[in-house]
């Protein structure tokens, strides 16, 4: 109906034109007039309003497409704009494609993605009104600071949708650069975190080992002073020499076998047979483990072993002896 608006128009001025300065009431022309009038003022309010060079605020993105608080919009629609620079790049005559460049100060955090959008937004809006086409469409703007140099562009939108602003391609680099540089912070707060981490967790390590030493220390302290225990002897140096340590408290690691008597009993003291005289007859039972035990070297003495005959093996006077918690001692003995 839009499109017969004009041809409308010029039929009433022919008309008028026919009949000015002879038309009366009732006149035939005047009613023509007066019914094509009408028509026209009912295919006008029929008809859709025609763009205008304002558009009126830009529909606001939806949250999934905007971050940002309303404290940065309107702290970016604070902006004087007569600090920001525009100029149109391109303004199509065939398409609604419009491209233009902005230069707003250094101050503005355009890292903050609703300030950098509520700027966008202000562009397309100059863009717009300076390249009217009665819609959103097609609408590029670059956002840079600095005059110097303003091909630098920071933020870069472009926006598809003829009715809303959604700024499908989107580039900041600002913003890009914070996020960048708050992930490294991120990571080296992290690193630095395991690490405190790792550093607590070998302090609790060294001390829980000093607290065992020190606790080794303090049972082999009092087993030696308990028993006058000179020396812990290993398997080599007794078997080898058991009357270098005559007459000597010294201690070995052992386990029990048996009772050869009332008072004597056989041990092995890594893999050898030992034997142990004035044993009291009810210590040693089911006790399988090891056994820290003191005793006065006597020198040595025979016994029978199987397959072997008749060996002299050491033989130790029983002064006192401790149950171990731990295979070779390791919770009474301290290491060497």
């Given at each position: 109906?839009?499109?017969?608006?004009?041809?409308v128009?010029?039929?009433?001025?022919?008309?008028?034109?026919?009949?000015?300065g002879?038309?009366q009431?009732g006149d035939?022309?005047?009613?023509?007039?007066?019914?094509l009038?009408?028509?026209?003022?009912?295919m006008h309010?029929?008809?859709?309003a025609?763009p205008?060079?304002?558009?009126?605020a830009?529909?606001?993105a939806s949250n999934?497409?905007t971050?940002?608080?309303?404290?940065?919009?309107?702290?970016?629609?604070?902006?004087?704009?007569?600090?920001i620079?525009?100029?149109?790049?391109?303004?199509?005559?065939?398409?609604?494609?419009?491209?233009?460049?902005?230069t707003?100060p250094?101050?503005i955090?355009?890292?903050?993605?609703?300030t950098?959008?509520?700027?966008?937004?202000?562009g397309?809006?100059?863009?717009?009104?300076?390249?009217h086409?009665?819609?959103?469409?097609?609408i590029?703007?670059s956002?840079?600071?600095?005059p110097?140099?303003?091909?630098?562009i920071?933020?870069?939108?472009?926006?598809y949708?003829d009715?809303?602003l959604?700024?499908?391609?989107?580039?900041n680099?600002?913003?890009e650069?914070?996020q960048k540089?708050?992930?490294?912070?991120?990571?080296?707060?992290?690193r630095?975190?395991?690490a405190?981490?790792?550093?607590?967790e070998q302090?609790?390590?060294?001390a829980?080992e000093?607290?065992?030493?020190?606790?080794?220390?303090?049972r082999?302290?009092?087993?030696?002073?308990?028993n006058?225990?000179t020396?812990l002897v290993?398997?080599?140096?007794?078997?080898?020499?058991?009357f270098m340590f005559?007459?000597?408290?010294?201690?070995?690691?052992?386990?029990?076998v048996?009772?050869?008597?009332?008072?004597?009993?056989?041990?092995?003291?890594?893999?050898d047979p030992?034997?142990?005289?004035?044993?009291?007859?009810?210590?040693?039972?089911s006790?399988?483990?090891?056994?820290?035990?003191?005793?006065?070297?006597?020198?040595?003495t025979?016994v029978?072993?199987?397959?072997l005959?008749?060996?002299?093996?050491?033989?130790?006077?029983?002064?006192?002896a401790?149950?171990?918690?731990?295979?070779g001692?390791?919770?009474i003995?301290?290491k060497?």
């Amino acid at each position: 109906m839009v499109k017969h608006f004009g041809l409308v128009v010029v039929i009433i001025g022919a008309i008028q034109y026919v009949g000015a300065g002879s038309a009366q009431a009732g006149d035939p022309i005047e009613q023509t007039l007066k019914g094509l009038s009408g028509l026209v003022r009912k295919m006008h309010e029929q008809a859709p309003a025609p763009p205008t060079g304002n558009l009126g605020a830009p529909a606001a993105a939806s949250n999934a497409q905007t971050t940002g608080g309303s404290s940065a919009e309107a702290g970016a629609r604070t902006i004087d704009d007569s600090s920001i620079t525009y100029i149109m790049e391109d303004c199509s005559k065939s398409i609604s494609y419009r491209a233009i460049r902005m230069t707003v100060p250094s101050t503005i955090d355009l890292a903050d993605d609703a300030t950098a959008r509520a700027l966008l937004a202000r562009g397309a809006k100059w863009a717009e009104a300076k390249c009217h086409k009665g819609n959103w469409g097609n609408i590029v703007v670059s956002i840079g600071q600095n005059p110097k140099n303003p091909s630098n562009i920071a933020v870069r939108g472009r926006n598809y949708d003829d009715k809303t602003l959604t700024w499908r391609e989107l580039y900041n680099g600002p913003r890009e650069a914070r996020q960048k540089a708050e992930a490294e912070q991120r990571a080296n707060r992290e690193r630095a975190e395991r690490a405190a981490a790792q550093m607590r967790e070998q302090q609790a390590r060294a001390a829980a080992e000093q607290a065992a030493k020190a606790r080794i220390a303090e049972r082999w302290s009092t087993f030696s002073s308990k028993n006058g225990v000179t020396k812990l002897v290993t398997n080599q140096e007794l078997f080898k020499n058991p009357f270098m340590f005559e007459k000597q408290a010294v201690a070995i690691v052992v386990t029990f076998v048996q009772m050869q008597a009332a008072d004597q009993g056989l041990f092995k003291f890594d893999g050898d047979p030992v034997v142990v005289s004035d044993v009291p007859k009810t210590r040693f039972g089911s006790h399988a483990g090891a056994i820290l035990l003191a005793g006065d070297v006597l020198g040595t003495t025979k016994v029978q072993i199987p397959g072997l005959g008749e060996v002299a093996v050491p033989h130790l006077s029983y002064i006192g002896a401790e149950d171990c918690g731990e295979s070779g001692c390791g919770d009474i003995v301290p290491k060497r």
